[in-house]
Nanobody, 122 residues
Framework: QVQLVQSGGGLVQAGGSLRLSCAGYGLSVSNNAVAWFRQTPGKVREFVGRIDRNGDFADYADAVKGRFTVSRDNGKNMVYLQMNNLKPEDTAIYYC???????????????WGQGTQVTISS
């Protein structure tokens, strides 16, 4: 079964840090660009950041630029989202997604993680 499995997340205070992980099962992460998205109730899924297959290029939403970092370890079949200086407005369910597509459109990503809740208290 091809799937992405997420771990990490939780509740932290504003200014704190969290790291989310995204592991490929039955899926070679190295063959996919991987992006992170987030969603809050009643809103569309929002692009957060992405990384290309080799880890040579990363791209971020303006809202998280300078605070979040996407990285990957193809040897471990893992992709990470390091989130620093977290703000209450970062509270959302976070999803990783993989595809040969490398862009910001969630509709073009094929494989999705199950989502993980991130809650930032003020």
């Amino acid at each position: 079964q091809v799937q992405l499995v997420q771990s990490g997340g939780g509740l932290v205070q504003a200014g704190g840090s969290l790291r989310l992980s995204c592991a490929g099962y039955g899926l070679s992460v190295s063959n996919n660009a991987v992006a992170w998205f987030r969603q809050t109730p009643g809103k569309v899924r929002e692009f957060v950041g992405r990384i290309d297959r080799n880890g040579d290029f990363a791209d971020y939403a303006d809202a998280v630029k300078g605070r979040f970092t996407v990285s990957r370890d193809n040897g471990k079949n893992m992709v990470y989202l390091q989130m620093n200086n977290l703000k209450p407005e970062d509270t959302a369910i976070y999803y990783c997604a993989g595809s040969i597509y490398n862009g910001r459109d969630p509709g073009k990503y094929v494989h999705w993680g199950q989502g993980t809740q991130v809650t930032i208290s003020s």
